[in-house]
């Protein structure tokens, strides 16, 4: 089964659906003015460089999958430069193009795939694969020095419903499939993949898979890689074709090697996943806690006693006053404390049961039940603000989004010294608002955003707060990632986390694989 639709292009310079796009509301640009200041930061058009792949040599990857799916177009090429981090909008507003591709290739299917791997790896020019373009690690900035160029190996032509099994509870999904496309294939069935990220819109299931990602129902759902039961990959020495059974002791889990490989290692052609019925019933509501400690040990409890709703989500004490200052908010900022969000999918039965269970928790353990309001609020504008985040870089404030992950018993340490490096870097006046995104019964993943005025560079202006923010992560004995990958951005911080066997052990996968290395040169490996 596949999709007519047309994939919805985002503008170069800006995240999403241009049609989408929104001004500052009237509500915030008072806020916005009386702490940043507002000032005027138009983007400034941009044009790629001249290809430098000669036409003889585009011939050859014609021959494989069409004359019509090799564009070299400036547009084109625009379009699949770098992915949609803070610093690659910064790059692409400053009409900064230089990464982009010599030429945007699409294959349609595996046998495509791998044959356009072996025409790169004779020709060495390197391949970037492109799925939705979200990414905001670097992840789609390969490295192109050494090569005859760089091509982005478009997976838009590949957006198959392959297999569906309802006995067993899989379907089997092209790479090029966007979250919505696939949660409409997988509607037709009574399914659904319950993936939702906030790039959902927009990221495709070979993303979602070559990063590892998590969805903000992953308390229900699970983190995508949890999802996979098997997946196929095309590589420069050969194909892959991974998970004959749910779960085996067939040595190490070579599906767990190709899932977060960011495209160093393959280029996954097909995922299968497990899927649940598509719930009869969803709600969502929110509570009110006194302080973000008290919020997280009431995560950490409904956890660690196996009663998690689908979605649970916790801001602390800033980032609840900031969601309240919109004058339609629930509350008064206050008596803000911290607000949750949980919220319930399944069978009405399911949903009655875990809600009653949850709720009696919470209520113990001193939660203010603040009724469905916040919870609806939340759901309708959780895709929201990264349109808000453009609308603020026009008007110089500087926006972007850190996140990491920790065992419960470091949760407050890691949170004080992310918080205090970003302080720190960023200075007076500057923002920084966290919320637990993610939950596990051994630990919770933390989210920061953080908001200044931007300065004269506003580019290198956050990479010193990245920096600061990476190494207190390091520090603090936690993740460099817990779910944005590792891309260029992280890479200098993932020896020290993985170890040098580790990088070893990465770097002996890839001279196996990929023996030219000419996929996704640059990217994940140190
Ligand atoms: C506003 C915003 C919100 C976000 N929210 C979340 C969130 O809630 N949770 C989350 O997990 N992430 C989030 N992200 C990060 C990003 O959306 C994810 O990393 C996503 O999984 C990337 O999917 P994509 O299809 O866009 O991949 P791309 O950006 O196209 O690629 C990402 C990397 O994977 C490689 N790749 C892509 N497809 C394949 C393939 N088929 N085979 C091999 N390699 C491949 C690319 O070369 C690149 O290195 C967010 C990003 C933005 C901009």
Not at 479 to 497: N, Y
């Amino acid at each position: 089964m596949t999709l007519e639709t047309p994939t919805v292009e985002m503008h170069p310079q800006r995240w999403g659906d241009p049609a989408a796009a929104t001004e500052l509301p009237e509500s915030a640009r008072g806020l916005v003015e009386l702490a940043f200041g507002l000032q005027d930061r138009p983007a400034t058009p941009g044009t790629p460089p001249a290809t430098a792949l000669d036409e003889s040599l585009l011939d050859g990857v014609r021959e494989i999958v069409g004359a019509e799916h090799v564009l070299v177009d400036d547009e084109t090429r625009a379009l699949r430069t770098r992915g949609k981090s803070t610093p690659d909008l910064l790059r692409a507003r400053a009409g900064d193009l230089t990464d982009a591709p010599d030429a945007v290739v699409r294959p349609d299917g595996h046998v495509e795939v791998a044959a356009v791997l072996a025409w790169a790896d004779e020709h060495r020019v390197a391949v970037v694969p492109f799925g939705g373009g979200t990414c905001v690690t670097g992840g789609l900035a390969a490295r192109r020095q050494g090569f005859a160029g760089l091509v982005s190996l478009d997976l838009v032509r590949m957006k198959r419903l392959l297999a569906v099994d309802d006995v067993s509870m899989t379907a089997t999904l092209q790479p090029g499939l966007r979250g919505p496309e696939a949660e409409a294939l997988l509607a037709e069935h009574g399914l659904t993949l319950g993936h939702y990220p906030q790039s959902f819109e927009h990221a495709s299931i070979g993303g979602f898979a070559a990063t590892r990602s998590s969805g903000q129902s992953s308390a229900g759902y699970g983190r995508f890689d949890a999802m996979v039961v098997g997946l196929t990959a095309a590589t420069p020495t050969g194909s892959l074709d991974l998970g004959s059974s749910p779960a085996n002791a067939a040595g190490p889990d070579l599906r767990q090697l190709l899932l977060g490989s960011e495209g160093a290692f393959g280029v996954i052609t097909s995922v299968t996943v497990r899927v649940r019925r598509t719930p009869e019933v969803t709600t969502y509501e929110g509570w009110r806690w006194p302080s973000f400690d008290a919020g997280s040990d009431a995560m950490r409890a409904l956890a660690q006693a196996g009663l998690l709703p689908t979605v649970v989500r916790l801001s602390d004490e800033s980032e609840t006053a900031i969601n309240l200052a919109d004058p339609s908010s629930i509350g008064g900022a206050d008596d803000a404390g911290c607000l949750m969000i949980t919220g319930y999918e399944g069978t009405a039965e399911q949903v009655t049961a875990r809600r009653a269970a949850v709720t009696a928790v919470l209520d113990g353990l001193g939660g203010a039940a603040l009724g469905e309001e916040p919870g609806q609020k939340w759901l309708h504008g959780r895709f929201d603000a990264p349109y808000l985040r453009d609308s603020l870089l026009d008007h110089g404030v500087l926006v972007e989004t850190v996140e990491t992950a920790t065992f419960w018993s470091n949760r407050e340490r890691l949170y004080a010294e992310v918080k205090a490096a970003l302080l720190g870097a960023l200075g007076e006046g500057s923002l920084v608002l966290c919320h637990v995104s993610h939950v596990y019964e051994t630990g919770c993943s933390l989210y920061f955003t953080v908001a200044t005025r931007q300065a004269e560079d506003p580019l290198a202006q956050w990479q010193v707060a990245k920096a600061a923010a990476s190494d207190a992560m390091i520090a603090a004995g936690a993740t460099i990632t817990h779910h944005h990958a590792v891309g260029t951005d992280h890479k200098p911080w993932l020896a020290q986390e993985i170890g040098e066997v580790g990088v070893r052990m990465l770097r002996a996968v890839k001279a196996e694989v990929d023996p030219g290395g000419i996929l996704n040169p640059g990217v994940l490996i140190p």
